[in-house]
């Protein structure tokens, strides 16, 4: 059996920064030779959800707030997929806050791109739990996702980029897969995504943006330093953008992988060993 997908066209409006999270994925799948046949794409809900509709690879839409356990399971259910979650900034820092901090703990082997705009788009322009980010003024502290991987020890990989900063964004999306790809562990890009409709940023952020990458004095692999240089620009006003942290460790699981003893109950469920049933299942869902 054969089967073909076509990506849908974006329902996002004019000017909607997911259009640019989009572009860096694709290309980086370009760059790195990745096929779709060797992705999967799980995602929230919500405007930065429909993500997993326009990119041309296995996708699935979770439950809100319940992207990073279900797409953690895919990535042990078979390793050699490339796995990506992707949501925004209320899925991912209110509902999904909980599971974030275990994605990190963990360090599964899942690229996590949130799309942070500090509104609450497909709900029609609430606060989010990052409104008052950069300067916004609301009576609540915002949260910072950046500031919380550097604190949870077991974080290998925090990078934020900017979706007017194209060429950093794309480069952060390939070293991010690179980080997936090579099993490496758990990958948190944070995008900077404006909404034009509900809370246009643009200007606001284009004007306080920070590009750590181009820091000759800063260093990545520090964590202390890195925490301390964040939180500094942070109250100056300033976004910190480009690689922020990374190490290399063992990422969850990383031992089943190396000696091939995976638990029973995932063998069990080892994709090679049902090819036939779940062509059967895929046949009968497109009937």
């Not at 995602?43 to 930065?48: A, D, K, L, Y």
């Not at 356990?69 to 259910?77: F, K, Y």
Request: proline share 5%; aromatic share 10%.
């Amino acid at each position: 059996m054969t089967i073909t997908y076509t990506p849908t066209n974006p329902v996002w409006c004019s000017g909607c920064g997911h259009y640019g999270v989009k572009g860096a994925l694709e290309r980086a799948f370009d760059v790195l030779g990745i096929q779709p046949c060797e992705t999967m794409l799980l995602t929230g809900i919500g405007c930065s959800g429909s993500i997993q509709n326009n990119v041309n690879a296995y996708g699935y839409h979770s439950m809100h707030g319940r992207v990073l356990p279900t797409a953690t399971g895919a990535s042990i259910a078979n390793p050699d997929l490339t796995v990506i979650a992707a949501g925004g900034d209320g899925d991912g820092y209110a509902i999904g806050a909980g599971h974030l901090v275990h994605a990190f703990k963990r360090n599964a082997n899942v690229l996590y791109i949130l799309m942070n705009n500090a509104v609450y788009g497909l709900t029609k322009g609430q606060d989010s739990p990052t409104s008052g980010s950069f300067g916004q003024a609301i009576a609540d502290a915002p949260i910072d996702g950046i500031a919380m991987g550097l604190s949870i020890p077991g974080t290998t990989f925090l990078a934020r980029g900017f979706i007017r900063q194209a060429d950093q964004l794309n480069s952060l999306m390939v070293q991010a897969l690179e980080h997936v790809r090579a099993k490496k562990g758990f990958a948190f890009l944070e995008v900077l995504s404006p909404c034009v409709t509900y809370h246009d940023t643009y200007p606001d952020w284009n004007a306080r943006f920070y590009d750590l990458d181009a820091d000759r004095e800063y260093t990545a692999e520090d964590r202390g330093a890195a925490f301390v240089k964040t939180l500094a620009l942070n109250e100056e006003g300033k976004i910190p953008t480009g690689m922020i942290y990374h190490e290399d460790r063992p990422c969850f699981g990383a031992d089943w992988l190396e000696n091939d003893s995976s638990p029973a109950q995932l063998s069990a469920h080892d994709p090679h060993n049902h090819r036939d049933e779940l062509q059967e299942l895929m046949g009968r869902y497109l009937m």
